[in-house]
């Protein structure tokens, strides 16, 4: 189970995972954005994450690195929305329910009895329209100013 933020994801995230081998995650999120301006926007993301190993030191752990894949979906009609500004030729933005993204993440944990645990998650991911962007444009632009931070508490049982 998790609770966190989920970046462009939503603001805010909740989600149930699942482990395998301690290696292999899969999980479900509901993110959702409160939002004035358009009304509030629930996305939901299905995605997996491959953990190549766990470090421990008595009670605490560490997960260097998580590297996975996902998709996600609003229930708005459309994931970006239309604005005014410099880009208003209507082909400009991407009107779909679906995108899909890569995830990179880094993670500290303790260990609690009965083999349960508490994570902190730091993770970056980036749209697979980020990906396009830098592909592109031949990877000039930063690949920071593609990706879209959030930070996620878990609790593992």
Same mark, same amino acid.
């Given at each position: 189970?998790?609770?966190?933020?989920?970046?462009?994801?939503?603001?805010?995230?909740?989600?149930?995972?699942?482990?395998?081998?301690?290696?292999?995650?899969?999980?479900?999120?509901?993110?959702?954005?409160?939002?004035? =301006?358009?009304?509030?926007?629930?996305? *939901?993301? /299905?995605?997996? +994450?491959?953990?190549?190993?766990?470090? #421990? %030191?008595?009670?605490?752990?560490?997960?260097?690195?998580?590297?996975?894949?996902?998709?996600?979906?609003?229930?708005?009609?459309?994931?970006?929305?239309?604005?005014?500004?410099?880009?208003?030729?209507?082909?400009?933005?991407?009107?779909? =329910?679906?995108?899909?993204?890569?995830? *990179?993440? /880094?993670?500290? +944990?303790?260990?609690?009895?009965?083999? #349960? %645990?508490?994570?902190?998650?730091?993770?970056?991911?980036?749209?697979?329209?980020?990906?396009?962007?830098?592909?592109?444009?031949?990877?000039?632009?930063?690949?920071?100013?593609?990706?879209?931070?959030?930070?996620?508490?878990?609790?593992?049982?």
């Amino acid at each position: 189970m998790s609770l966190g933020t989920a970046a462009y994801l939503g603001r805010y995230q909740v989600g149930l995972s699942h482990t395998f081998n301690q290696k292999h995650e899969v999980g479900f999120t509901l993110g959702w954005t409160p939002d004035d =301006l358009v009304g509030e926007v629930r996305q *939901y993301s /299905i995605e997996y +994450g491959y953990t190549p190993w766990t470090l #421990q %030191s008595e009670a605490w752990l560490l997960q260097p690195m998580t590297i996975g894949f996902g998709a996600t979906a609003t229930d708005h009609k459309e994931f970006f929305f239309k604005s005014s500004g410099k880009y208003d030729d209507e082909a400009y933005y991407d009107a779909t =329910l679906r995108r899909y993204l890569v995830r *990179y993440a /880094i993670s500290v +944990g303790r260990q609690l009895p009965n083999e #349960q %645990s508490i994570w902190l998650r730091f993770h970056l991911s980036i749209l697979d329209q980020g990906l396009q962007v830098l592909f592109n444009n031949g990877w000039q632009p930063a690949l920071l100013d593609y990706m879209s931070p959030g930070l996620s508490l878990f609790y593992r049982f």
